[in-house]
C-alpha cells in the first residue's frame, strides 16, 4: 500500500493568516491526490481533487499543488470557518489516506 | 439532493456480527462505484472497502479482509457491509462515500483518470465491547 505522510500534524494560526500543508507519498502518485476537511462529529467534506481541482461550490482561498510524491494545500487568507482538520488521500491504488492536520486557532 | 444516509450500527459483543446500510438517493446509484470508510475515536480516516457499480467486483483493506462483505442491492438504492467476528479494534464511525471520476485529456491522444470520493454520509457508529 503506498503510505501518505502529512505535515505538521497540527497547527496553530490566526484569521487572515496563509496556512500550507504538505502531503508526501511513500511514491509516486502522479496527480492521484484528493484533499478533504472534516469539522468535529461531522463527515469529510471534498475541497480538491486530482491534486489541484476545486470541488464546486469551495472558495477560491483554497488551492493545491504538487506531482510526483509530494502536494501541497494551502488556504490563502485563514477564514474562522476554516478551523477543522485536513486530510489528504491518495487514489493512485487502493485509497489511503494521510494521518491529518489539525488547524486551530491560535 | 445527493445523499448518503447510514444506518445499523451500535454495541456488539467481541466475535459477534453487524450490518451496515447506507441508502443512497438523488442520483443513479448503479452507475457509481462506493466506498466504505471508518474513523475510530480521536483517529483518522481509514478505507475499509469497495465495490464496483454492478457488484461484480470488490476489495478490502487486509484489516477486514475474510471478515467483513461489501454487497449493493441497486434495485434498492443500498450500500451494504456485513461485519462478521467482529474486534474492539472495529470501534468506529463508518462512513459510505460515492466513488468520483474526472477524465483529464493529456497529449498525444491519451487520458489521465483521477478518482476522488465526492458524498459522504453521516456516518454510524459502530461500538464492539463486552
Known amino acids: 500500500d503506498i503510505q501518505m505522510t502529512q505535515s505538521p500534524s497540527s497547527l496553530s494560526a490566526s484569521v487572515g493568516d496563509r496556512v500550507t500543508i504538505t502531503c508526501r507519498a511513500s511514491q509516486g502518485i502522479s496527480n492521484s491526490l484528493a484533499w478533504y476537511q472534516q469539522k468535529p462529529g461531522k463527515a469529510p467534506k471534498l475541497l480538491l481533487y486530482a491534486a489541484s481541482r476545486l470541488e464546486s461550490g469551495v472558495p477560491s482561498r483554497f488551492s493545491g499543488s504538487g506531482s510526483g510524491t509530494d502536494y501541497t494545500l494551502t488556504i490563502s487568507s485563514l477564514q474562522p470557518e476554516d478551523f477543522a482538520t485536513y486530510y489528504c488521500?491518495?487514489?493512485?491504488?487502493?485509497?489511503?489516506f494521510g494521518g491529518g492536520t489539525k488547524v486551530e486557532i491560535k | 439532493e445527493v445523499q448518503l444516509v447510514e444506518s445499523g450500527g451500535g454495541l456488539v459483543q467481541p466475535g459477534g456480527s453487524l450490518r451496515l446500510s447506507c441508502a443512497a438517493s438523488g442520483f443513479t446509484f448503479s452507475s457509481y462505484w462506493m466506498h466504505w470508510v471508518r474513523q475510530a475515536p480521536g483517529k483518522g480516516l481509514v478505507w475499509v472497502s469497495r465495490?464496483?457499480?454492478?457488484?461484480?467486483?470488490?476489495s478490502y483493506a487486509d484489516s477486514v479482509k475474510g471478515r467483513f462483505t461489501i454487497s449493493r442491492d441497486n434495485a434498492k438504492n443500498t450500500l451494504y457491509l456485513q461485519m462478521n467476528s467482529l474486534r474492539a479494534e472495529d470501534t468506529a464511525v463508518y462512513y459510505c462515500?460515492?466513488?468520483?471520476?474526472?477524465?483529464?485529456?493529456?497529449?498525444?491522444?491519451?487520458?489521465?483518470?483521477?478518482?476522488?470520493?465526492?458524498?459522504w454520509g453521516k456516518g454510524t457508529t459502530v461500538t464492539v465491547s463486552s
Open positions: 462515500a460515492r466513488d468520483a471520476i474526472v477524465v483529464v485529456p493529456a497529449a498525444s491522444l491519451y487520458y489521465y483518470y483521477y478518482y476522488y470520493m465526492d458524498v
Open positions: 488521500q491518495q487514489y493512485y491504488s487502493t485509497p489511503t
Open positions: 465495490i464496483n457499480s454492478d457488484g461484480s467486483s470488490t
